[in-house]
């Protein structure tokens, strides 16, 4: 299963994205990416969340940050309470109107820094998810204009967490024209999603870009903080994780199902980035399933 796009419906009537998801069975592993930031408040629901190459158990009350362009997933174990829904609500908006809210309004200018801690995937502290989690769920009943004035509270308070912590490494904010460049960008991002698992060509991919290679070097790790390689290593160890997690494959088929020819430099890749073997990442993750 590859990292999906997935295209952010914008309502004619706001300039961003609420999603009141509710699911009577189970959050399903739906592994995707898309150029939004997402803004997801987990409800009455426990199980695992896959964000690039991290697994991390999640609970009620779950309030995560996610960039743009990083592939993740939810994946429920169990509801809280049997006899209501999985409840996600969702918030997209993009890095444009993130950008024009910073610019157009001083009073706006903390959500800055916090955006930029988030470009890979940002967590909360308790208090502030507890504080956070009456105004978001009211969200979901009210008008477009009210429900921006909420937003804004929102992102303003998380602004001010000081126990915000970055779930992955994140770099600076990239610099430079988010118009054409984005556009091409955003190709090698989609090849990549769907074929992380066959060989990395980078003259290829500076085809995809319509720049020479020494130019789509640049343009790659300033849209993505990392090189060509780092980001693939990382889609593949989020992919195996979720193999080990939730499916019975052997180490050695999630390896060649994930890209890699040699078990050995599965095993070694992964134990640098998970910090665990693969069988002790799923003897430690896997019996929360069971």
């Known amino acids: 299963m590859k990292p999906s796009y997935e295209k952010v419906p914008t309502p004619s009537n706001a300039s961003w994205t609420l999603l009141n998801r509710r699911l009577a069975d189970a959050i399903p592993f739906e592994w995707h990416h898309h150029p939004e930031y997402e803004l997801t408040l987990t409800l009455n629901s426990r199980g695992h969340r896959y964000i690039s190459d991290d697994v991390a158990l999640y609970d009620d009350g779950d309030l995560i940050l996610v960039g743009p362009n990083v592939p993740h997933s939810w994946s429920s174990a169990e509801r809280i309470d049997p006899g209501k829904p999985h409840i996600a609500l969702v918030i997209w908006f993009s890095e444009a109107w993130a950008e024009s809210l910073v610019k157009l309004l001083p009073e706006m200018a903390p959500i800055g820094p916090m955006l930029a801690a988030a ?27 009210e429900r921006l004035v909420s937003l804004l509270a929102v992102l303003n308070r998380l602004a001010r967490d000081s126990q915000a912590s970055r779930i992955l490494p994140a770099g600076p904010l990239p610099s430079g024209n988010p118009g054409l460049e984005d556009i091409r960008i955003h190709r090698v991002l ?41 980001y693939v290593v990382r889609l593949r160890i989020g992919h195996a994780c979720a193999l080990l997690v939730q499916g019975n494959l052997s180490v050695a088929a999630i390896a060649e199902r994930v890209g890699y020819g040699s ?10 980035h998970k910090g ?10 896997g019996h929360h399933f069971r």
Do not use: D, W
């Not at 502030?128 to 009210?142: K, N, S, T």
């Not at 060989?199 to 130019?215: G, R, T, W």
């Not at 078990?263 to 992964?270: M, S």
């Not at 665990?276 to 799923?282: C, D, G, H, K, M």
């Open 263 to 272: 078990l050995a430099l599965f095993n070694r890749q992964f134990k640098a």
């Open 190 to 230: 989609e090849h990549l999603h769907g074929h992380y698992g066959s060989p990395v060509s980078i003259p290829l991919l500076a085809q995809l870009a319509c720049v020479s290679v020494s130019a789509f070097h640049r343009m790659f790790r300033r849209h993505t903080r990392c090189t060509t390689l780092e």
């Open 276 to 285: 665990l073997t693969p069988s002790q990442f799923r003897q430690l993750h």
């Open 119 to 145: 470009r890979n995937a940002l967590g909360f502290s308790p208090a502030v998810r507890a504080q956070l989690r009456p105004l978001i769920e009211a969200m979901v009943e009210q008008a477009p204009a």
